[in-house]
């Protein structure tokens, strides 16, 4: 029924989603998927040790020590190696909570595997980055405690990690950074006091009041968080046998989390979202192209024809996105007076900023290296967005002062993506599984 309620066109944007559908399966899918594979795109750097903000870590399950450490700096100064003691920020109060604890500790552990040729390559990486001109914040990829992962080893799948823990993140997503008043409630926030009749009409009555930017900016955390959701219905952990888990789709929970009667009609609307989120990020990919075409731009590993073939591929990609005739058109927001539309748009990016500070906040390492990879994507798709002119004039044959991606930018934005992507084939796949249940 979730499915069934998805189709037509999407609000602010003129596109309709069996178009999207189309596209994604036969154009988009099958190429990401190959150029998430490739040594360029599989290793994210990223820093899981940073203390959360906002709040004492206190989730029922945070699963502070399945955490990554760096190898001695004598070794690699980007190798890693796995914590292995298991400690609780409070002590498990039954043998169930117990288990669904030590559960979530081994699902959501980052497996840190990678092997000396590739640990010697991210220095040769390192110096070839080094050599380019930066021109944004590189909050974690300088710090000490950021360590490279191989992403195809550590799937972004579920861990066990649910509860209170889990909602007082998206809770505080939501809450502080969707430019919404505390009297105006989400639906179906666990976290809201109950309102009797009101099913999320005066949520949506708010919504709909809001400057396009404002809608825009909450269609795109709720099109995450549906994404988020979707992969963990879609890599569920179905049984284990003999220590060994089989993943795979779990129907009654994608129901739980999707069905229009089971969310009081929240659940199409989430996956609308969703569309609208691949859009935006579409929309990206096809403004970027202009920078990748440049011969002073590769994606630089050390190994000259993966690397050529590499950026074969991601071109490829930019003229599928350029193909599509129905994007989101971006020149709608911030169109107004010069000095409101700079404001507006600084304080989206301070809101964004926030999100992803938010993401040190999630108790489970496996879930927060996708959250954050996620999250900068998505910034990385907007920062784009807001670059149009930049990237037009950019210089041919010299590094660009005016418009810059860092390495994490762009293996993020293309990771990030490639989840999408998944997401929307992992929506048709669940479509055929609700017909075979009937």
């Known amino acids: 029924?979730?499915?069934?309620?998805?189709?037509?066109?999407?609000?602010?944007?003129?596109?309709?989603?069996?178009?999207?559908?189309?596209?994604?399966?036969?154009?988009?899918f099958p190429k990401i998927q190959k150029l998430q594979e490739r040594d360029y795109f599989r290793y994210y750097k990223v820093n899981l040790k940073r203390p959360c903000p906002f709040w004492a870590d206190d989730g029922h399950c945070s699963i502070k020590d399945c955490h990554v450490e760096p190898c001695p700096e004598s070794k690699i100064p980007v190798g890693i190696k796995a914590g292995s003691s298991n400690k609780y920020s409070k002590a498990a109060n039954n043998s169930k909570e117990l288990e669904d604890c030590e559960q979530a500790n081994k699902l959501?552990?980052?497996?840190?595997?990678?092997?000396?040729?590739?640990?010697?390559?991210?220095?040769?990486?390192?110096?070839?980055?080094?050599?380019?001109?930066?021109?944004?914040?590189?909050?974690?990829?300088?710090?000490?405690?950021?360590?490279?992962?191989?992403?195809?080893?550590?799937?972004?799948?579920?861990t066990g990690y649910k509860g209170p823990s889990a909602w007082r993140v998206w809770n505080s997503i939501y809450e502080e950074n969707c430019f919404k008043p505390r009297s105006v409630y989400r639906p179906l926030n666990p976290l809201a006091p109950s309102r009797g009749g009101d099913?999320?009409?005066?949520?949506?009555?708010?919504?709909?009041?809001?400057?396009l930017e404002k809608r825009v900016f909450y269609k795109l955390i709720s099109g995450l968080h549906a994404s988020i959701n979707l992969h963990l219905c879609a890599n569920y952990l179905l049984e284990e046998t003999w220590g060994k888990p089989r993943w795979g789709p779990n129907v009654k929970e994608f129901t739980r989390r999707f069905d229009p009667i089971e969310t009081k009609g929240e659940g199409p609307r989430r996956l609308k979202n969703l569309y609208f989120l691949y859009l935006i990020e579409l929309r990206a990919l096809s403004k970027v192209a202009p920078y990748f075409e440049r011969s002073v731009v590769d994606l630089y590993t050390g190994n000259g024809h993966e690397d050529a073939e590499s950026k074969a591929l991601l071109l490829e990609i930019f003229r599928d996105t350029k193909s599509f005739h129905m994007h989101f058109?971006?020149?709608?927001?911030?169109?107004?007076?010069?000095?409101?539309?700079?404001?507006?748009?600084?304080?989206?990016?301070?809101?964004?900023?926030?999100?992803?500070?938010?993401?040190?906040?999630?108790?489970?390492?496996?879930?927060?290296?996708?959250?954050?990879?996620?999250?900068?994507?998505?910034?990385?798709?907007?920062?784009?967005?807001?670059?149009e002119k930049e990237i037009q004039n950019l210089p041919e044959n010299s590094p660009s002062k005016g418009f810059q991606l860092t390495r994490q930018e762009i293996v993020a934005l293309v990771n990030a993506f490639g989840r999408l992507s998944t997401s929307i084939k992992e929506l048709q796949n669940f479509k055929v599984l609700l017909q075979q249940t009937r």
Not at 199 to 211: A, I, N, V
Not at 337 to 346: M, N, Q, W, Y
Request: proline share 1%; glycine share 6%; net charge negative.
């Open 1 to 28: 029924a979730a499915c069934r309620k998805l189709t037509g066109v999407l609000d602010d944007c003129l596109c309709d989603i069996e178009s999207i559908d189309d596209f994604n399966t036969f154009k988009i």
């Open 108 to 158: 959501g552990a980052v497996n840190s595997t990678l092997s000396n040729q590739s640990k010697e390559a991210f220095i040769d990486w390192a110096r070839y980055d080094d050599s380019q001109d930066h021109f944004c914040e590189l909050d974690d990829e300088r710090s000490p405690d950021a360590q490279y992962v191989d992403l195809l080893l550590n799937p972004e799948r579920y």
């Open 199 to 211: 099913d999320g009409e005066s949520f949506y009555t708010w919504l709909e009041g809001l400057c």
């Open 329 to 387: 058109d971006e020149k709608s927001m911030f169109a107004g007076d010069k000095k409101g539309a700079k404001s507006l748009k600084e304080e989206f990016r301070l809101h964004f900023k926030n999100i992803s500070r938010i993401m040190d906040c999630v108790g489970c390492d496996k879930c927060r290296l996708w959250g954050k990879l996620q999250t900068q994507g998505l910034g990385t798709a907007l920062k784009i967005l807001f670059s």
